[in-house]
């Protein structure tokens, strides 16, 4: 479709729409996390048509767009109401492959843009640890990656992108808007993103060029990654929280940038855009609770920290081996067997590393078993009122959600980052206190008086917006 | 909504004086519960609950319910849905009678199985097409032992607390896959006002241990519970004990 056109639907297709939806049996839907099911009806739009009239015949309890199901929590599902599957909008429409721009559904995951994109020289500008996303997602929940110190989020790329809103119209939204600024972090509440043009990030190569080192605890980390950061275009330090004592915080950091063509080995030069990652066997779907628990976990920290070179620059490695290692597994998730996990992420500003430095004390006090987590430094914000990122420190953790006690621990780490003027990430949140929401994104106001206005009858309505009241 | 923990944000209780169900409100307050829904046939104890709970930090209201009137169910909770999601419904009303009394007035008799079973099967049916409709929700039913083995001191009791627990049983099963979750939790001797004066079972509880259980049973999405959890494995010997070693039990 034309990116500046404002399209309306006709009522005839609503009304097959209408037919459809109520016919539809509810299903079970959680996030990534597996935890908190509920049910909704799920509409799997095939054109712009059927989304707008999905929208207008949700009924009283609204709906809400999901992608590829990977926000942890409970940012995709809608109990008692719809969720829109927007899988089935998966056409790329456009590649300016001189410009490096995509125009496409928001439906395409970055999985599959990267295996249209790559074999052009050009690359997703932004990708999370997974490649399992879709752009609509990635939009809806202004994803970051490791290059966020360079790139800042995802939505900083987008140019512009198509909204259905609430009346089910399609609306063209342009950057410095209110709408877009709403939109893009704004977890799918403003509307459905139904297509977006994002510019691409130029390379030359499918590898990446990666150097990696050891800190032997949490100061000798984030003195590395202050001092030298900025020579990196990815950047991430995995963090043992089980390790205790002088060892505190002891991590690997792994940082690099897109291999350059005369890097390569000569065999590799031959395809050098090349985009094969890694399947492995899916996980099972029963797995006992408590596979990963603190010994488990412990002992693969204790290799992972051991197995890496203290210091090795320049390894070349696959694009799905550096950014996405996880994705090798297909559903991982039920690794953490019946019980689900929760992720934490938060961010607090740079000064604030005294949070930092008791957050980790206390993870590692209690033993949690967490089995991958990440620090990272944020680069400077972008303009979204619900967008995660600030320049600061990150820190994410996963932890078994049948952790004894570990709802009441996270709120006290809640505190811990509220107080420090930090936040934490709504795409993974799944049992934040609401009352310290607006405290955490000061521009919540605004944004609940443009969604009134835009959306008075709540079409558009999640789980995580029933609970945090969003 | 509930939490990734099972925390509730909004509970309903039936019965809203229960020790038990008060212990229960009194934790998930703690968490996350902001919103509680007291049932109960108006009284100043149900009063002083809501008032109770209220000094928690909670938005505590009351509604008239009679767990006798089943015809009145309805007209009684439909409000309470319709004023927003109910993510907990605690059906906690119950009474004990008076097994020796009760043996000898089939009247009363009768009240305590139209309390505990039918005032249930009623409400609890209510509930569960709400909680349906809403997609998401938990049904925690609280029976007891007593329903596990009839026993010869507290049969009338016990035969509608069977009742009951083949009831919620059978619902859970109904509603799985519908977003509803529904547990049964069976405590054993409880000290509380309805056991006062009564002598005491082995493995008795409180209404606070109760509570802890429930919490956990909801963080774990359990579909059974007992309190405490060793009755599990002495319930299932009992079970399957024969009856002419039941009947001789001192308890």
């Known amino acids: ?470 | 909504m509930k939490d990734a923990f099972g925390a509730p944000q909004s509970l309903l209780v039936l019965g809203g004086t229960s020790e038990i169900a008060l212990a229960t409100a009194r934790r998930l307050i703690a968490r996350r519960t902001r919103t509680v829904w007291l049932a109960g046939r108006p009284s100043p104890a149900l009063e002083s609950a809501a008032s109770g709970l209220r000094e928690l930090g909670a938005d505590v209201r009351t509604v008239a319910f009679d767990a006798l009137d089943s015809a009145s169910h309805e007209s009684a909770l439909g409000p309470v849905f319709s004023e927003g999601d109910i993510d907990l419904v605690l059906l906690a009303f119950g009474v004990l009678g008076d097994q020796a009394r009760d043996e000898n007035e089939p009247g009363a008799a009768v009240r305590v199985a139209q309390t505990n079973y039918t005032g249930a099967v009623s409400s609890g049916l209510i509930c569960a097409k709400a909680l349906q409709a809403q997609g998401h929700g938990s049904l925690v039913v609280l029976s007891s032992v007593a329903g596990e083995r009839a026993r010869r001191a507290n049969f009338i009791y016990g035969s509608s607390k069977a009742g009951l627990d083949a009831f919620a049983q059978g619902l859970g099963d109904a509603l799985h896959g519908t977003g509803v979750h529904v547990m049964v939790v069976r405590p054993g001797f409880v000290r509380s006002r309805m056991t006062a004066g009564l002598p005491e079972a082995p493995l008795a509880t409180t209404p606070e241990a109760v509570a802890t259980a429930i919490e956990v049973g909801l963080r774990r999405r359990s579909e059974t519970v007992w309190v405490p959890g060793s009755l599990r494995l002495v319930m299932s010997a009992l079970r399957h004990a024969p009856r002419a070693v039941v009947r001789r039990l001192p308890v």
């Open chain 1, 1 to 470: 479709m034309p990116a500046d056109s404002t399209s309306t639907v006709t009522s005839a297709s609503s009304a097959v729409a209408s037919a459809s939806v109520s016919d539809i049996a509810p299903a079970p839907v959680t996030g990534w996390g597996r935890t908190a099911p509920t049910t909704a009806r799920l509409i799997r739009p095939r054109t712009y048509e059927e989304a707008a009239a999905a929208v207008r015949t949700c009924g009283a309890r609204g709906g809400i767009a999901r992608g590829l199901g990977r926000a942890y929590g409970d940012a995709a599902q809608n109990a008692g109401g719809a969720v829109f599957d927007m899988t089935g909008l998966d056409r790329i429409h456009a590649i300016d492959a001189d410009g490096g721009t995509v125009l496409c559904d928001a439906g395409v995951s970055l999985h599959t843009l990267m295996q249209v994109l790559l074999p052009l020289g050009w690359f997703v500008p932004v990708t999370p640890g997974t490649r399992y996303v879709t752009v609509g997602g990635a939009i809806g929940a202004d994803i970051h990656g490791k290059n966020h110190h360079v790139s800042g989020s995802f939505t900083r790329h987008v140019r512009a992108l198509e909204l259905l809103t609430a009346d089910g119209e399609i609306r063209t939204v342009a950057r410095d808007t209110p709408l877009f600024d709403a939109t893009v972090g704004g977890m799918g509440l403003t509307g459905v993103v139904l297509a977006a043009t994002v510019r691409l990030q130029p390379v030359e190569t499918s590898l990446m060029s990666v150097d990696t080192e050891r800190a032997k605890d949490l100061d000798d980390l984030m003195a590395r990654l202050t001092a030298t950061d900025h020579r990196y275009r990815y950047s991430v330090a995995w963090i043992d929280l089980l390790a205790r004592g002088t060892s505190l915080g002891r991590s690997v950091l792994t940082r690099g940038d897109h291999a350059p063509v005369d890097a390569l080995p000569a065999r590799a030069r031959r395809d050098p855009l090349a985009f094969r990652p890694l399947r492995l066997p899916a996980a099972p779907s029963l797995v006992p609770d408590g596979l990963l628990g603190r010994t488990t976990v412990g002992l693969f920290n204790e290799l992972w920290y051991r197995k890496t070179p203290r210091a090795r620059v320049g390894a070349l490695q696959k694009i799905s081996a550096f950014f996405h290692p996880l994705d090798g597994v297909p559903h991982w998730n039920r690794l953490y067997g019946r019980g689900g996990f929760v992720q934490y992420q938060f961010v607090v500003g740079y000064g604030q590393e005294g949070a930092v430095h008791r957050i980790v004390h206390r993870i590692s006090r209690r033993r949690c078993p967490s089995f991958l987590a990440v620090l990272k430094r944020f680069g400077e914000g972008d303009p979204g009122w619900l967008s995660f990122p600030v320049p600061g420190w990150t820190l994410a953790l996963d932890l078994p959600a049948n952790l004894p006690g570990l709802g009441a621990f996270l709120d006290e780490l809640d505190e811990e980052v509220a107080a420090a003027g930090g936040r934490v990430y709504l795409a993974k949140d799944a049992r934040l206190r609401p009352e310290l929401l607006a405290a955490m994104y000061p521009r919540l106001d605004e944004f609940r008086a443009l969604r009134a206005e835009l959306d008075p009858a709540g079409v558009f309505t999640s789980d995580l917006s029933r609970r945090l009241g969003l």
